[in-house]
């Protein structure tokens, strides 16, 4: 399985970005997720989505800015992001896992992309 992040920019605060993943192999019975590490910081739960796209978590800070979705046709999940705030700037990862409807802990997720830059100027 291999994830391939796209989508991230300079974008300024109060702009949105939207973010896609696409994965090779078989992941449609995965929960998917998007992670984040910003400068000098712990990569980051940001939100997650089961398989089906019933479940979706969210980090606090993001709640209500942010939306995940996914395509399983497309074999792919995005991440849409609203109102953009310069905290917000990290490279962002995409990640897959099996086996559980949701989870905020890195080591669930057995597949990960390359990450993709987002920054949020002031």
């Known amino acids: 399985v291999q994830l391939q992040a796209s989508g991230g920019g300079l974008v300024q605060a109060g702009g949105s970005l939207r973010l896609s993943c696409t994965a090779s192999?078989?992941?449609?019975?995965?929960?998917k997720a998007w992670f984040r590490q910003a400068p000098g910081k712990e990569r980051e739960f940001v939100a997650s989505?089961?398989?089906?796209?019933?479940?979706?978590d969210y980090a606090d800070s993001v709640k209500g800015r942010f939306t995940i979705s996914r395509d399983n046709a497309k074999n792919a999940v995005y991440l849409q992001m609203n109102n953009l705030k310069p905290e917000d700037t990290a490279v962002y990862y995409c990640?897959?896992?099996?086996?559980?409807?949701?989870?905020?802990?890195?080591?669930?997720?057995?597949?990960w992309g390359q990450g993709t830059q987002v920054t949020v100027s002031s």
């Open positions: 989505i089961s398989w089906n796209g019933g479940t979706t």
């Open positions: 192999g078989r992941t449609l019975s995965y929960t």
């Open positions: 990640s897959a896992g099996g086996g559980f409807g949701h989870s905020q802990r890195e080591s669930d997720y057995n597949y």
